[in-house]
């Protein structure tokens, strides 16, 4: 059976337009918030406009589309700009898997605007457009990568029901599991037990698995307790160790498929995305070994630049501009931090 890509990037990312635009304006619409990033590049000034949710799987794409145009207004009237003025804008979205909301947005914002899934702005702050594979791990998973033909390719991100491994939640909804194993004398013991008590404030651990069903327990929740798994495992706990040894299984062997599929061979970078990474020796040294045995001149690297600056780099990109990511990565830290 032939198979495409299950995610691609637009041909005007591809070919540059030619257009040496002023302004870039980057978004990023994920289920909880929107923040759009507007770069003058001529007075070197980034401005931010902060919106809702723009997941319009979750909320629809009428809904997602205004907090898009509120986040998108508040950050030229933070430029002193307005709509008219010549931006080339590329947002990266959540949840985006048909062209209805490209096409909404566009209908709405104007025709200049691009729209991507935001695994392809995780790919562009990882490589800064460059031939390699990002992987992200939070609360959920995925992996995408660009070869040096520009074939794409995507592995994973499909979501806690039927996927995520290797995430933040997997981790921490697998560390519970291992928890309740060790109360029934179904798995070895291990200190997640006091660990899952303490941290959802449950007097047993049963009593947390009746929280997580009963409440039930956000996944973001789960996706926090991973930092408790790592503090165990750090401590020795050898079954919360072994846990983040099976996440680093999961995901590279979803690198694997990215890497197999976009042809990816020789030096590239494979660029490591998302709060689950903090666990460096239990979690990154394991998954740049077993990357090491597939892709040996890979360079596995974390990643600090902010998604949106993924879409600002698509957006420089698609007019034939390159910029520094780490001048940009403090860019976007310092207007973050100015509110």
């Avoid at 990002?134 to 592995?155: D, E, L, M, Y």
Wanted: net charge negative; with cysteine; hydrophobic share 45%.
């Amino acid at each position: 059976m032939a198979r495409d890509s299950l995610t691609t990037i637009p041909a005007a990312l591809l070919e540059p337009r030619g257009a040496d635009a002023r302004y870039l304006l980057g978004v990023d619409g994920g289920g909880t918030k929107t923040l759009v990033a507007l770069l003058d590049r001529e007075r070197e000034a980034m401005h931010l406009g902060h919106g809702g949710p723009s997941n319009a799987d979750t909320i629809g794409t009428a809904a997602a589309t205004k907090e898009i145009a509120a986040a998108t207004a508040r950050a030229l009237s933070s430029a002193g700009i307005d709509a008219s003025a010549a931006t080339v804008s590329v947002a990266a979205l959540a949840g985006l898997d048909t062209d209805s909301y490209a096409a909404a947005l566009r209908e709405s914002m104007g025709p200049r605007w691009t729209v991507v899934n935001d695994v392809v702005a995780a790919w562009a702050a990882a490589t800064g457009t460059e031939p390699g594979v990002a992987v992200i791990s939070g609360t959920g998973s995925n992996i995408f990568g660009v070869g040096r033909n520009g074939g794409a390719w995507r592995a994973g991100g499909w979501g806690h029901v039927l996927g995520d491994e290797g995430s933040g939640y997997w981790i921490g909804r697998e560390a519970i599991a291992a928890a309740l194993s060790a109360r029934d004398g179904s798995g070895p013991p291990t200190a997640l037990e006091h660990a899952a008590c303490r941290f959802f404030d449950a007097p047993t651990v049963e009593r947390v698995a009746i929280e997580v069903y009963a409440r039930p327990v956000p996944l973001s929740q789960i996706a926090a307790f991973t930092a408790e798994v790592e503090s165990v495992g750090e401590s020795g706990d050898e079954v919360a160790r072994q846990l983040f040894t099976r996440a680093a299984d999961e995901l590279s062997a979803r690198v694997a498929a990215v890497v197999e599929h976009t042809a990816l061979s020789g030096a590239f970078t494979v660029g490591l995305l998302g709060g689950t990474f903090r666990a460096h020796s239990l979690l990154v040294e394991p998954l740049a070994q077993r990357i090491a045995t597939f892709a040996p001149q890979a360079e596995v690297t974390r990643i600090d630049l902010a998604p949106v600056g993924g879409s600002l780099l698509l957006a420089a990109r698609s007019c034939g501009v390159t910029l520094d990511r780490a001048r940009l990565h403090q860019q976007i830290q310092a207007a973050l931090a100015l509110g």
